[in-house]
T-cell receptor, first 113, second 109 residues
Framework: DAGVIQSPRHEVTEMGQEVTLRCKPI?????LFWYRQTMMRGLELLIY????????DSGMPEDRFSAKMPNASFSTLKIQPSEPRDSAVYFC???????????FGPGTRLLVL | DAKTTQPPSMDCAEGRAANLPCNHS???????VYWYRQIHSQGPQYIIH???NNETNEMASLIITEDRKSSTLILPHATLRDTAVYYC??????????FGAGTILRVKS
């Protein structure tokens, strides 16, 4: 089992550029979560999907952020345009059912200059 | 979901048991106690969870008081690799994980 896969692991970009983060959940898992972690705000849930459908996006900070899950094995989190305050570690997690635990990926470390 | 209170940091000697407390005085009957940890620069890792009975797995034991208002995570023989931030989370099945500040556990040789 490869676990949750995220790419890229590190991203450095300039303010105003588009950033796309990618996640491959564990095979067979039907829920996917995107989190953001910063020193100031800790670990925050941005959005989660059940069976590829967005269920709760109340944590998405603003319209610059969007997330998609076109199929059960792939999700993207896009920031357009990016800003320095978006610098953080972004984690993806997946779960196989509402009673099961979440498994987290290694994270993408984003730095926006 | 109920709120939890954890000490900000704790130290433990290598090889000794680490006992991490968590208060959740407003927990309701259908809410579970979950523990996750986050080792530096890694994603959070599930440790254990329980409803009202004590639980044990290969990583840790979870002791929940009879009134369910508090719990303790026990790492029986802490190693340096157990140094991490430990999060106690209370939630119903299917609800969102909400991470607080957690407890920084430092295991020292």
């Amino acid at each position: 089992d490869a676990g949750v896969i995220q790419s890229p692991r590190h991203e450095v970009t300039e303010m105003g550029q588009e950033v796309t983060l990618r996640c491959k959940p564990i095979s067979g898992h039907n829920s996917l979560f995107w989190y953001r972690q910063t020193m100031m705000r800790g670990l925050e849930l941005l959005i989660y999907f059940n069976n590829n459908v967005p269920i709760d996006d109340s944590g998405m900070p603003e319209d610059r952020f969007s997330a998609k899950m076109p199929n059960a094995s792939f999700s993207t989190l896009k920031i357009q345009p990016s800003e320095p305050r978006d610098s953080a570690v972004y984690f993806c997690a997946s779960r196989s059912g509402s009673r099961e635990t979440q498994y987290f990926g290694p994270g993408t470390r984003l730095l926006v200059l | 979901d109920a709120k939890t209170t954890q000490p900000p940091s704790m130290d433990c000697a290598e090889g000794r048991a680490a006992n991490l407390p968590c208060n959740h005085s407003t927990i309701s009957g259908n809410e579970y106690v979950y523990w996750y940890r986050q080792i530096h620069s890694q994603g959070p890792q599930y440790i254990i969870h329980g409803l009202k009975n004590n639980e044990t797995n290969e990583m840790a034991s979870l002791i929940i008081t009879e009134d369910r208002k508090s719990s303790t995570l026990i790492l029986p023989h802490a190693t340096l690799r157990d140094t991490a931030v430990y999060y106690c989370i209370v939630l119903q099945y299917g609800n969102k994980l909400v991470f607080g500040a957690g407890t920084i556990l430092r295991v020292k040789s």
